[in-house]
């Protein structure tokens, strides 16, 4: 048990994080209790953990339930924790009719930025009901090659790759905007690009965090940490095709509130993008 500061009445915040700590923990070993008893819900823990929930959160979820006329209903226990993930994933409506807005995508190295910006950009200009007017925007300096691969899709897809002096004179719908990878450390450039975006003319920036299914739970925090300076509206997944465990992506999700907007299912351009939902998210896991 944490001590009060001598000289104060008032708990600090070091205390008040170490009692909440010792709180959590003692709710978790009486979770773990309580569901030793009711066999058929500890068979229903055990199944989701196989599954990659932790076993604390899916324990502390279903011990309430020990005791219930739900008790021995193993598809409703099943059913109700389904239902628990479904209210904790949070996905985002595709927008359309856009007028004047930059599109940023950011993420780690590697992790299909540049794809996406390929597949966003023929997705708003040849896909969806209303057509927008698309442009490129390379500002990924540091990459050997980074200026081509975005050619090579403008070129193919018959949309412009656009330079400094014609995004900020020209108009268009929405410029997508492909970034470097970075680890975090080297983000004023950036920084300073959004801020000429804001400060000198009218386009509205979303920007938009990729993050891969094959990084692990750890990575993905950290990954969101280090671009917390920027404000992020959404979430983009990627590569969900080269994993079968989603259970890292799931328990990263569920403890976060960033909605999945998309999710990029494959290498082909612009095919395999698609708007999120909750169930393919589920079903995924599910798998
Ligand atoms: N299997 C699979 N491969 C993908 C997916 N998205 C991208 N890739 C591949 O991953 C590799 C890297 O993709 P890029 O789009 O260049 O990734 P990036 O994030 O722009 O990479 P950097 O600019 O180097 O940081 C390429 O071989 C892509 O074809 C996906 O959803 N599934
Ligand atoms: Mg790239």
Known sequence: MPKKDENSDLLTVEEIQALRAEISMMHSSLATDI???APLIKKVVDRFVERGLTQEWTEKLLAPLVGSTFEDDEAILIAY??????????????????????HIVVGGTGIGKTSLV?????RYTYFLKESHSVAFFNFDRQKVGAVEQLENYADAMDIRLINEEEFLEEEFDIVFVDTAGSNGDNFEALEAFIELIESSTPYKIIISLALSATSKLKDLKLIKERFESFPIKNLILTKLDETSDFSDMINFLIRQNLPVAYISTGQEIPEDLIVATKEHLLNQFMK
């Open 35 to 37: 569901v030793s008893h």
């Open 118 to 122: 390929g597949k966003l950009a023929a």
């Open 81 to 102: 924790v389904l239902e628990e993930l479904d209210t904790l994933l949070n996905v985002e409506e595709e927008s359309t009719n856009l007028k004047r807005v930059v």
